[in-house]
């Protein structure tokens, strides 16, 4: 099955609301990086 070729980025927030110091959250919008090229790549 294709993968559809958009990346969820918890970091990008609208205008106004800004994101917490929670360090699971600054780790998440790299993990989903990683995990939208090997989509992307078949792996």
Do not use: H, W
Request: charged letters at 15%.
């Amino acid at each position: 099955m294709a993968c559809e070729p958009i990346n969820f980025d918890p970091l990008i927030m609208a205008d106004g609301i800004a994101p917490t110091n929670d360090p699971v959250l600054l780790f998440r919008s790299p993990a989903y990086a990683v995990s939208y090229a090997k989509r992307l790549s078949g792996q």
